[in-house]
Antibody
């Protein structure tokens, strides 16, 4: 069974940093292209960014809202995906999901940015 | 950026009725279009990938069609458990984009 488990969410003040993790099991993580998607309260889904597998170059791409502030990385030795979020804004408040390929989603981690 | 426009935004349907949701892309995306179902307080789940490929464990009443710019998700004989919001996602180009969602309610 494929499982993706996010952690690291919480309540933070504007301007601070936060790092989310996504632990993956049940699939060959080293081959997986991984992504982060977020959903603001009561809103639709928004793609945050993705990282290729290391065998395909390991590069990351980002949607405009997170460019320059967010960094996606991976540790294949631990089957874990990361999202480093800096200079958080109130509008970054959302549930953050990790995705494996197009098939699998985690349960989500809530990030609330509020003063 | 490719814009995906779903229609309708909302649909109220009687059980056993057929449901059709469309997703139109602002430019051609081949078959790089995927459909997801999201129920309240749950994460999205894949139901159709690459426009028409079924996914393991998804009931056969769900089907997808289309290519290029126009895509359709069909639910044959709707069941009460299908009440959810449905989203399309394109993976043809960066940034990836989602449709705005279609909420399906059961009458």
């Amino acid at each position: 069974e494929v499982q993706l488990v996010e952690s690291g969410g919480g309540l933070v003040k504007p301007g601070v940093s936060l790092r989310l993790s996504c632990a993956v099991s049940g699939l060959t993580f080293t081959n997986a292209w991984m992504a982060w998607v977020r959903q603001a309260p009561g809103k639709g889904l928004e793609w945050v960014g993705r990282i290729k597998s290391n065998t395909d170059g390991g590069t990351a791409d980002y949607a405009a809202p997170g460019k320059g502030r967010f960094t996606i990385s991976r540790d294949d030795s631990k089957n874990t995906l990361f999202l480093q979020m800096n200079s958080l804004k109130i509008e970054d408040t959302a549930v953050y999901y990790c995705m494996a390929g197009v098939e699998y989603w985690g349960q989500g981690a809530l990030v609330t940015v509020s003063s | 950026e490719i814009v995906l426009t779903q229609s309708p935004d909302f649909q109220s349907v009687t059980p056993k009725e057929k449901v059709t949701i469309t997703c139109r892309a602002s430019q051609s995306i081949g078959k790089s279009l995927h459909w997801y179902q999201q129920k309240p307080d749950q994460s999205p789940k894949l139901i159709i990938k690459y426009a028409s490929q079924s996914f393991s464990g998804v009931p056969s009443r769900f089907s997808g069609s289309g290519s290029g710019t126009d895509f359709t998700l069909t639910i044959n004989s709707l069941e009460a458990e299908d009440a959810a919001t449905y989203y399309c996602l394109q993976t043809s180009s960066l940034p990836r984009t989602f449709g705005q969602g279609t909420k399906v309610d059961i009458k």
